[in-house]
């Protein structure tokens, strides 16, 4: 859908981001930036990273680069000095890297700083037991550097909770924007599926093999499927580092798994009694629990990953295991198998690029408009 120009005053803007490609927070920051060129406002992005960009720049955006500068301050001097080649009215980022190199380019910039706006994807205070010292002192800065940010944008209300208690964001500079999580989703059709067990289940795994994602996970969950007499396979789509303790697992267990590796259109690839089972320890959003959604297939996830009660309806469009016990991950695939996800149009309009986009907007306007600026 096109956006129509905005009613208010055009504004110059400036995203931080590692990339334009290779992840979540990415993909948003892509479609958000489109948007908004097409309302009529004049965006650029920085990356931060080596990445080739050029693949995947927006069209209308301006493009920069600050990855040969070297270390954090080198990175911050370069954007602080990209704030007066743009001119930019607000700058956003995106993940707590960039966040922290755009607070950091506020600073340099000694009152020459646009309005900052930071995001955050991610529920940090989970993924801090056992993480590296260079990773605790990053969060440390962060818990420093968030609270003077002009806004801040989370992803989810369980992150608007984290960033509010544990960084001491204050609650009237908070606002949670829904992902524009249907944007790869809302020409498809829904998949043909009959509720129920019927003669077994595919359990598709649609995230990177890696440790926060627990992928395991679902070969226990199959095989937890199997003992109950439930033929169940697992389909992972993602690939990663645990490839070989997947097929370890699988082999060990009995369950056929089949890795499909990176699949752009995963949810293209589903089977008529698929289920999705996100196991991770914890999430801060999760797109493609919205997106399994889109075409009529349920989901399951982890209730204490927290973020992903932003992305399911319990008992609409899945279901939240109590634990992450295989019993209690099957027990929630068999419910999420019997859902019918009729009449949800309503919720997942919430995360619709317009819907996305307008309340983003939404929050410009009301930056912008602090202090006089506009």
């Not at 590692?18 to 992840?23: A, E, F, I, Q, T």
């Not at 995001?119 to 605790?136: A, I, K, Q, Y």
């Not at 089949?258 to 589903?270: A, I, L, P, Q, T």
């Not at 349920?298 to 939240?320: F, K």
């Amino acid at each position: 859908m096109t956006a129509p120009e905005t009613t208010g005053r055009p504004l110059s803007l400036l995203f931080v981001i590692p990339s334009l490609h290779g992840g979540g927070a990415e993909f948003v920051a892509r479609t958000w930036m489109a948007w908004l060129v097409e309302r009529g406002h004049t965006v650029s992005v920085v990356t931060t990273s080596g990445k080739d960009t050029g693949t995947y720049l927006p069209k209308g955006v301006h493009a920069y680069s600050v990855a040969k500068a070297k270390g954090h301050f080198g990175k911050a001097r370069a954007v602080s000095d990209l704030f007066r080649v743009t001119k930019a009215d607000v700058a956003v980022s995106l993940q707590a890297h960039a966040n922290l190199i755009l607070l950091t380019a506020g600073l340099l910039a000694r009152g020459g700083a646009p309005k900052i706006i930071v995001s955050e994807r991610n529920l940090v205070t989970l993924g801090l037991d056992g993480s590296s010292r260079s990773h605790r002192v990053k969060i440390w800065f962060a818990r420093k550097l968030y609270p003077r940010a002009d806004h801040v944008i989370a992803i989810s209300h369980p992150v608007a909770g984290e960033l509010v208690a544990g960084f001491g964001v204050k609650g009237e500079r908070m606002t949670v924007v829904a992902n524009p999580a249907t944007a790869k989703v809302a020409t498809r059709e829904r998949v043909s599926r009959e509720p129920g067990i019927g003669d077994g289940l595919q359990i598709v795994l649609p995230c990177r093999l890696v440790t926060q994602k627990r992928p395991t996970l679902a070969i226990d969950t199959a095989a937890e499927l199997a003992s109950r007499g439930i033929s169940a396979e697992v389909i992972s789509f993602g690939g990663g580092p645990l490839l070989d303790s997947m097929n370890a697992a699988a082999e060990k267990t009995g369950v056929t798994f089949v890795d499909k590796g990176w699949v752009e259109d995963w949810f293209s690839h589903f089977a008529p009694n698929a289920v999705v089972l996100l196991p991770s320890n914890r999430e801060g959003f999760g797109n493609v629990l919205v997106e399994a959604a889109a075409v009529g297939v349920p989901s399951v996830a982890v209730s204490g990953a927290l973020g992903v009660a932003d992305a399911i309806v319990p008992g609409i469009t899945g279901e939240l295991a109590l634990t992450d016990d295989p019993a209690d991950l099957a027990d929630a695939v068999v419910r999420a198998s019997a859902l019918e996800l009729g009449n949800i149009d309503s919720w997942l309009d919430r995360f619709s690029v317009d819907s996305s986009g307008r309340d983003l907007e939404r929050v410009l306007e009301l930056v912008t408009s602090r202090d006089g600026t506009a």
